[in-house]
């Protein structure tokens, strides 16, 4: 039988605290009254009700990997602030949307969630306790929009702002997809043709006794190096993919990497315009929600996902605390500096000495520009730093879809020229030798 724990006042106004036992919630309401009391507050005891759970549901639990994907927080998210809208109670909507999820990490958050406001938790202080479900941007809006008395409208705004970061990771994504199809599909015929159509021609070749061309033997060479080495097509990308998990793992490797990541040639303009529409738009959302200034820095900085625009928003978060503004400290320390792990990055990946004189030409550059800074000046200046914020992020959302659009319609003739020069030289000087060889038996 659940104890409850419960808050009332007695016929005088005396306040009396008191746990009891009883099968409902409205069974112990109606003891409590029975006694005389005037019920203020009434909760499962939560001692109890941890048992409780750990005695029940949990045991029925598979095991999960991960975090939530963002596309079901997003959907979550949505459905919460209509249920919210419509004057459902929290517990119960929370309830609805746990009984209609699939088993997995939300679910159970949802279950563990539920279990949390029922001992007595407030709704943020219950989803805090599953960081991997809920993160400190979530948490800190619902906080804001239960001490506003606007949960509803915390969570539209929550759920908007989900929804946009989605499209633009879908529009990124959905763009990227036909040119990694095409080389990977490309790769993958070119090795086929190195590894097993070409010594086939290389064996008539030497049976004819044919002079070979310059060309033909650099062709064969290639594919003699692809049937010996083979296994070092997937390996070489595989040994490059954890070199760069392994220098990432260090605080300098970090930044490095990160600062090389947004100013290489063709990406590094959509990356870092990509960073600072969702830090904008982070920062705005969380203002215009009620959180303190300080706290969104924080919330911002770590949910940044780049440790160049982490040190950046750490930076103004300390200029914050001695009595700055937010545009000052944005455009005094928006600009790279250089860094021997980016460096390094730009020697190994672009052409060696060429890649190194490209990053002193770029390392400079600012990552906010000046109309983000004067944006945010005039925000901080009229009291609408949210409403700046917003457009500030409208307008790079608009320039990563031209970017976009742009990086895609540059790649399809471009890899057109690539797959059609790397076809033309493999036909070319298969063919010649086969011009030879016809020309030899003919005579």
């Known amino acids: 039988m659940p104890t409850f724990q419960f808050e009332a006042m007695d016929s005088t106004g005396a306040e009396i605290k008191d746990v009891i036992d009883a099968p409902t919630e409205e069974d112990a309401q109606a003891t409590i009254r029975q006694m005389g009391y005037f019920v203020t507050k009434i909760s499962v005891k ?8 750990a005695a029940g549901t949990k045991k029925k639990r598979g095991f999960v990997f991960g975090s939530v994907s963002s596309k079901d927080l997003t959907t979550f998210t949505r459905q919460l602030s209509i249920l919210q809208d419509a004057g459902l109670p929290i517990l119960r909507s929370l309830r609805i949307l746990a009984n209609q999820a699939k088993s997995g990490r939300l679910k159970y958050s949802l279950e563990d969630t539920c279990s949390e406001i029922e001992a007595g938790s407030t709704l943020s202080e219950a989803m805090s306790k599953s960081p991997k479900c809920f993160n400190r941007l979530y948490v800190n809006m619902i906080k804001a929009g239960e001490a506003g008395g606007a949960l509803e409208i915390i969570l539209q705004r929550l759920a908007d702002f989900q929804e946009r970061a989605q499209a633009l990771k879908r529009k990124v994504k959905g763009a990227l997809i036909y040119p990694v199809v095409v080389v990977t599909v490309a790769v993958g015929i070119l090795v086929f043709i190195m590894i097993w159509i070409v010594p086939s021609f290389q064996k008539m070749f030497t049976e004819f006794d044919t002079e070979i061309p310059r060309m033909t033997q650099v062709l064969i060479a290639i594919a003699d190096w692809c049937v010996d080495f083979w296994m070092l097509i997937p390996g070489i990308p595989v040994a490059i993919w954890l070199l760069v998990k392994l220098i990432r793992k260090f605080r300098h490797g970090r930044i490095g990497w990160d600062q090389f990541i947004i100013k290489i040639p063709v ?3 959509l990356i870092e315009k990509n960073i600072n529409a969702r830090t904008t738009r982070t920062l705005g959302t969380l203002v215009a929600s009620g959180v303190p200034i300080l706290e969104g820095l924080s919330i911002t900085r770590d949910t940044s996902g780049n440790a160049i625009f982490e040190n950046l928003y750490a930076k103004i978060l300390e200029a914050i605390r001695e009595g700055e503004s937010i545009a000052k400290p944005m455009k005094e320390n928006s600009r790279l500096s250089f860094h021997p792990v ?26 906010v520009d000046d109309m983000v800074v004067n944006m945010v000046d005039v925000g901080e200046e009229t009291g609408e730093l949210d409403t700046m914020l917003y457009k500030v992020a409208d307008t790079f959302d608009d320039e990563v879809a031209v970017l976009t659009e742009s990086l895609v319609s540059l790649l399809e003739p471009l890899l057109i020229l690539v797959l059609g020069g790397a076809v033309g030289f493999i036909v070319i000087a298969l063919f010649l030798p086969l011009v030879a060889i016809i020309t030899k038996l003919s005579g």
Do not use: E, Q
């Open 46 to 53: 939560k001692g109890r009700k941890k048992a409780d759970a």
């Open 342 to 367: 980016a460096a390094f990055f730009w020697f190994f990946f672009i052409l060696g000495p060429i890649g190194l004189l490209m990053y002193v030409l770029r390392m400079n550059s600012r990552i």
């Open 267 to 269: 990406f590094g303009p």
